[in-house]
Nanobody
Framework: QVHLIESGGGLVQAGGSLRLSCAAS????????LAWFRQVPGAEREFVAA????????QYADSVKGRFTISRDNANNMIYLQMNSLRPEDTAVYYC???????????????????WGQGTQVTVSS
């Protein structure tokens, strides 16, 4: 069983930056695809970014391309999301997700991920 715990959320002004972290424990996740999703009340969980096991394949939602960067540190079981040039519409609860079997074609499908963190709130003020 993989346990994921996010941190780094908070309140920031538009144009600012935040770095989200997600610590994984329970088993080695070296061969897992990892992703970040976000959700606002009343809406579906939205894909943000994903990275394959060795970092060779990375995908971003169009809404965050050029502003957000996903990365992973397999040696320390960590996942990161660097968020720059934040906008009020980035306000959401951000979740990290992991799965050993999701393919690059499925990166954006939240139902394909088995393991989820509890989420961290990001609020961007205008």
């Amino acid at each position: 069983q993989v346990h994921l715990i996010e941190s780094g959320g908070g309140l920031v002004q538009a144009g600012g930056s935040l770095r989200l972290s997600c610590a994984a424990s329970g088993r080695t996740f070296t061969n897992y695809a990892l992703a970040w999703f976000r959700q606002v009340p009343g809406a579906e969980r939205e894909f943000v970014a994903a990275i394959n096991w060795n970092g060779a394949i990375i995908q971003y939602a169009d809404s965050v391309k050029g502003r957000f960067t996903i990365s992973r540190d397999n040696a320390n079981n960590m996942i990161y999301l660097q968020m720059n040039s934040l906008r009020p519409e980035d306000t959401a609860v951000y979740y990290c997700a992991a799965d050993a079997w999701v393919t690059a074609q499925q990166f954006g499908e939240s139902a394909k991920y088995t393991h989820w963190g509890q989420g961290t709130q990001v609020t961007v003020s205008s």
